[in-house]
């Protein structure tokens, strides 16, 4: 069984920092691309970041880039979300969710976490 | 990159079909045959109902179907069941040079 849980989230003031992380299992990490997508409270759905199944393919949405870097340990099957200079329009909860190809291309979402909970205010 | 364009919501009786438009430019939808639409209960994390424009994973009830026509997608949903009141999301992949993924804004589907 697929399974995706994500950990990390929390309060914190804005202009700090965050780790999320999300532990896989259930599947052959290293064959996937996977993703961070965030929902603000009441809103929809928004794509964070991705990347390829060997890191080689990296992507960020424009509202995060230059502030998020995504990585990936695939001998822990692990996904990491590194937040920094927070603000409280990032307040959202923060899936993982796995692609369905080597690469980041979207080609679905098949499977998802239940999603971290980071909330950005002094 | 701005978010595919979707009505903020549809409604239907038991039984009856609706359909939900995406509506993208030439630079995703337009251009990739990588759509996909995702279904969304309260509270619940997103759940995979279409993707590659058109196809259904396994599991997906054939009343959901999926197609596109030029920047827009569609979201076909038919014999409409009480079950199916939801948010749905489209998404597209937007290429390697821009932000690579957009989503759609949502739908709230009601079913009446």
């Known amino acids: 069984e697929v399974q995706l849980v994500e950990s990390g989230g929390g309060l914190v003031q804005p202009g700090r920092s965050l780790r999320l992380s999300c532990a896989a299992s259930?599947?052959?990490?290293?064959?996937?691309?996977m993703h961070w997508v965030r929902q603000a409270p009441g809103k929809g759905l928004e794509w964070v970041s991705g990347?390829?199944?060997?890191?080689?393919?990296?992507g960020y949405a424009d509202s995060v880039k230059g502030r998020f870097t995504i990585s990936r340990d695939n001998a822990k099957n692990s996904l990491y979300l590194q937040m920094n200079s927070l603000r409280a329009e990032d307040t959202a909860l923060y899936y993982c969710?796995?692609?369905?190809?080597?690469?980041?291309?979207?080609?679905?979402?098949?499977?998802w976490g239940q999603g971290t909970l980071v909330t950005v205010s002094s | 990159q701005s978010a595919l364009t979707q009505p903020a919501s549809v409604s239907g009786s038991p039984g009856q079909s609706i359909t939900i438009s995406c509506t993208g430019t030439?630079?995703?939808?337009?251009?990739?045959?990588?759509v996909s639409w995702y279904q969304q209960h309260p509270g619940k994390a997103p759940k995979l109902m279409i993707y590659?424009?058109?196809k259904r994973p396994s599991g997906v009830s054939n009343r959901f179907s999926g197609s596109k026509s030029g920047n827009t997608a569609s979201l076909t949903i038919s014999g409409l069941q009480a079950e199916d009141e939801a948010d749905y999301y489209c998404?597209?992949?937007?290429?390697?040079?821009?932000?690579?993924?957009?989503f759609g804004g949502g739908t709230k589907l009601t079913v009446l």
């Open positions: 259930g599947f052959t990490f290293d064959d996937y691309a």
């Open positions: 990347i390829s199944w060997n890191s080689g393919s990296i």
């Open positions: 030439s630079s995703d939808v337009g251009s990739y045959n990588l």
């Open positions: 969710a796995k692609d369905s190809v080597k690469w980041v291309a979207a080609r679905s979402f098949d499977y």
């Open positions: 590659e424009v058109s």
């Open positions: 998404c597209s992949y937007a290429g390697s040079s821009t932000s690579h993924v957009v």
